[in-house]
């Protein structure tokens, strides 16, 4: 369960604090910002591991259903995720009131920032990325964490051009989207390493569910969202995120493990 709750405290902190340095950020550096929000924070935290745990929190995976003991469960789940994601996300944002981030100190002057060329800039830093992975691809055994760095970019870039949906509805339903699209495909992995396969295809199924499924969904903006709307559609947008989520596990788990098959996957093997 700490797999699913640090990341998400994390992000929603570090969320907060950005958005209440908005004003500032933003207006002077608002590429810088949005890399920081919808890329930094955006890929750290991720909806879709939350919704998988989630779901099999309520259906009991791998053991004797208990309908009233894993329906807490699942509740159980919600509620500390949702709980501690919403507490770090204000006190990211109280931060700023104990350490004010100047600019001035901290960041290159403004005549320096727009002297580079940002699209150079964001390509030289994606060609590090990627050859920094390539090499510890071919000379580690990391395997899966390198193959995850490649991978997630694609992810993180997919949930942006989904985002340019939000405003055009009362619900941001880019964010959901992004969510949902994540949220199957991490369940659609998650069975097929029920079962043993090759080497190569569960070290790239590992990497797609962290790196793509991570980057591609995420809370901390979910939660940033929610706090923003009215108090009547952010209950819908919570509520509506949630039972669809769980509804999707409903069809592909569910639907899987009523064949008798068992939910416990299998790790993959040198």
Same mark, same amino acid.
């Given at each position: ?38 890329? *930094? ?43 501690? !994601? ?59 964490? !390198? ?51 090759? *080497? ?16 591609? !969904? ?53």
């Amino acid at each position: 369960m700490h797999a699913v709750v640090l990341p998400q405290i994390l992000g929603c902190y570090l969320m907060g604090y950005f958005e209440a340095n908005k004003d500032w950020l933003y207006q002077k550096y608002p590429h810088l910002y949005l890399g920081l929000t919808t890329g *930094l924070c955006g890929s750290i935290t991720s909806f879709s591991s939350f919704a998988l745990a989630t779901y099999l929190s309520f259906a009991g995976a791998n053991k004797a259903w208990e309908p009233g003991a894993d329906f807490f469960n699942g509740i159980s789940v919600i509620v500390l995720v949702m709980g501690l !994601s919403f507490a770090s996300y204000v006190a990211g944002k109280h931060l700023k009131s104990v350490w004010f981030l100047d600019p001035e100190r901290y960041l290159p002057c403004e005549n320096v920032y727009y002297s580079l060329q940002r699209t150079q800039v964001s390509l030289v830093g994606l060609a590090i990325i990627y050859i920094a992975s390539i090499l510890i691809l071919v000379l580690t055994d990391e395997k899966t964490s !390198s193959l995850s760095v490649m991978i997630a970019p694609l992810g993180t870039f997919a949930r942006y051009l989904l985002g340019t949906f939000n405003k055009m509805h009362r619900i941001p339903l880019g964010t959901l989207t992004a969510n949902l699209i994540a949220t199957v495909i991490i369940m659609a992995v998650y069975i097929s390493q029920t079962t043993p396969t090759s *080497l190569v295809l569960c070290i790239f199924l590992s990497s797609l569910v962290v790196g793509f499924c991570g980057c591609l !969904s995420t809370i901390s903006t979910w939660i940033s969202e929610l706090h923003k709307l009215d108090l009547h559609d952010a209950y819908l947008y919570f509520t509506g995120t949630m039972t669809i989520s769980q509804l999707v596990g409903l069809v592909i788990l569910g639907s899987f493990s009523w064949s008798g098959r068992s939910l416990n996957p299998v790790l993959c093997h040198r």
